[in-house]
């Protein structure tokens, strides 16, 4: 796309102002702007004000097992409780590590991150101890893969309570068909240059600030317990079925032997029991059933 392409077409500026139904104004999220200082406040304190982070990974790829941290992104806010808002971001930070390989190609260009800007670098452990001392909660936009990429990375730093942002928000009930978190803002009016770490975070509490009702939920959905239904002993003929369940496969490589297994919450556990006796014999009986909370959730199979 050249220049040209890119800039703001100042002569139609008229026939846009003319056709507001048919152009949209996207602006840049104020929180990404250089000279932003911190603590920034988003909204009045309530007194009860708990600490929590907002962590996002840059990697290698996409194998947990075989990628490692390129990126560390956190931002610090404090939210309050009874309000279900964020009060202030209190700080920012990010932190590159050297992953010992070369960065692919495809991940410079997905995330600006170059093999010189990460050569020699090393995360300070006890920098990251500091970031997340008191926090409350930790929240990533896709759990699964933060927590267990960071947990690798710093396994002293494995008991924190975790929640996801893209799971853990009904987003599809406030109206929005894709949860991908630029497509999220965008959909706001709202964008930001994503895969960066911490900027991604920012993305993150400013979503929260414009809908307050989805931290809200958040919250809610962090606190709720989830059961690991872990489809033991099920045939290979209805493999098919499980997936289309949303079931995924456990190879055993850690933890119980291989089986399909997907988490739901303590209300559906009737329902998953009712579907595995219906699938094959004895489902729900030889099924296995591991109860989680925000301490052990997204920490994999």
């Keep these: ?31 990404t702007l250089e000279g932003v200082t911190w603590p920034l406040k988003l909204s009045d304190p309530i007194g009860d004000e708990k600490k929590l982070v907002l962590l996002d990974v840059e990697t290698t790829g996409l194998n947990i097992q075989e990628e490692v941290i390129t990126e560390l992104g956190m931002v610090v806010v404090s939210y309050s409780p009874s309000a279900g808002k964020i009060s202030t971001i209190d700080g920012v930070i990010s932190l590159y590590d050297d992953p010992g390989k ?24 006890g920098v990251v101890t500091q970031w997340l001392q008191n926090a409350s909660l930790i929240v990533a936009h896709n759990a699964w893969f933060d927590r267990q990429m960071f947990e690798k990375r710093f396994p002293e730093q494995s008991t924190y309570p975790w929640a996801c942002s893209f799971k853990g928000v009904d987003w599809k009930s406030l109206g929005f068909k894709s949860l991908a978190l630029d497509y999220l803002l965008l959909r ?21 600030h414009l809908l307050p009702q989805a931290f809200e ?16 002993g099920a045939p290979f003929a209805v493999k098919d079925t499980l997936r289309e ?10 933890g119980p032997v291989k089986h399909w297994w ?5 209300e559906d556990l009737e329902d998953e029991k009712c ?12 099924a296995q059933y591991v109860y989680l909370d925000a301490c052990n959730r997204f920490k994999g199979n």
């Design 1 to 31: 796309m050249s220049k040209q392409q890119t800039e703001f077409p100042l002569e139609r500026v008229s026939e846009i102002q003319s056709r507001t139904t048919d152009f949209k104004l996207l602006e840049r999220i104020p929180l």
């Design 102 to 125: 070369p960065i692919p190609e495809e991940i410079t260009q997905l995330t600006g991150i170059t093999n010189a800007m990460v050569k020699g670098q090393k995360i300070d452990v």
């Design 188 to 208: 706001l009016g709202w964008f930001y240059e994503g895969h960066r770490a911490s900027i991604d975070c920012l993305a993150m509490a400013w979503l929260f």
């Design 217 to 232: 939920s958040l919250l809610v959905e962090a606190d709720k317990r989830t059961v690991r239904v872990q489809a033991m």
């Design 245 to 254: 369940r949303k079931y995924r496969w456990h190879n055993g490589d850690k």
């Design 262 to 266: 997907r988490d739901v919450s303590e």
């Design 275 to 286: 579907f595995l006796d219906g699938l094959y014999q004895q489902g729900s009986l030889r």
